[in-house]
T-cell receptor, first 115, second 113 residues
Framework: AQTVTQSQPEMSVQEAETVTLSCTYDTSESDYYLFWYKQPPSRQMILVIRQEAYKQQNATENRFSVNFQKAAKSFSLKISDSQLGDAAMYFCALTLIQGAQKLVFGQGTRLTINP | DTGVSQDPRHKITKRGQNVTFRCDPISEHNRLYWYRQTLGQGPEFLTYFQNEAQLEKSRLLSDRFSAERPKGSFSTLEIQRTEQGDSAMYLC???????????FGSGTRLTVV
């Protein structure tokens, strides 16, 4: 079975600063994808960034980048130049390439942006 | 297509009543997923459809829960004899056969009183 753990229930950062959200996971499979999703209050889950496990290069999407450490089973999200609109719950998730491709989510980290 | 639609957005029901939720996925997506999210937690997988076939169900899906996807289009999730522990956000997501990418709906928030 796959597990995803987010050890930071809450994080806060000053506007324009950089923040890193942590995620660790466990799987015995070798072919999987990792995701970070953003869930604003009462709104739908939005994909922030995706990482294929077979790729060594860390994924980047504008102000969002990941630090993927496959051997350590670690997948952290760095948000640069934080903006007020980044405030949300952030979920780390994993899916296996084979089978149902269902997502296994972590418990989430609530990110607050201080103006 | 405007994305994944879920109806209703909110449902308040009395304990013991039956409720049904609907999900309309993106039309080209043949995979459909239901998740349950309780307050302050990450979503948990409930069930998965590929076209009209229900291929996987979580142990979380007790016999009071049933899901269908007739004709491989929209899906319904029914909860019979609701209990207070069923109060949660029920999320639907869809994806295409090829590639790994999911589109989520806005969810149906169920409150059992």
């Amino acid at each position: 079975a796959q597990t995803v753990t987010q050890s930071q229930p809450e994080m806060s950062v000053q506007e324009a600063e950089t923040v890193t959200l942590s995620c660790t996971y466990d799987t015995s499979e070798s072919d999987y994808y990792l995701f970070w999703y953003k869930q604003p209050p009462s709104r739908q889950m939005i994909l922030v960034i995706r990482q294929e496990a077979y790729k060594q290069q860390n994924a980047t999407e504008n102000r969002f980048s990941v630090n993927f450490q496959k051997a350590a089973k670690s997948f952290s999200l760095k948000i640069s130049d934080s903006q007020l609109g980044d405030a949300a719950m952030y979920f780390c998730a994993l899916t296996l390439i084979q089978g149902a491709q269902k997502l296994v989510f972590g418990q989430g980290t609530r990110l607050t942006i201080n103006p | 297509d405007t994305g994944v639609s879920q109806d209703p957005r909110h449902k308040i029901t009395k304990r013991g009543q039956n409720v049904t939720f609907r999900c309309d996925p993106i039309s080209e997506h043949n995979r459909l997923y239901w998740y349950r999210q309780t307050l302050g937690q990450g979503p948990e997988f409930l069930t998965y459809f590929q076209n009209e076939a229900q291929l996987e169900k979580s142990r979380l899906l007790s016999d009071r829960f049933s899901a269908e996807r007739p004709k491989g289009s929209f899906s319904t999730l029914e909860i019979q004899r609701t209990e207070q522990g069923d109060s949660a956000m029920y999320l639907c997501a869809s994806s295409a056969q090829t590639g790994i990418g999911y589109t989520f709906g806005s969810g149906t928030r169920l409150t059992v009183v």
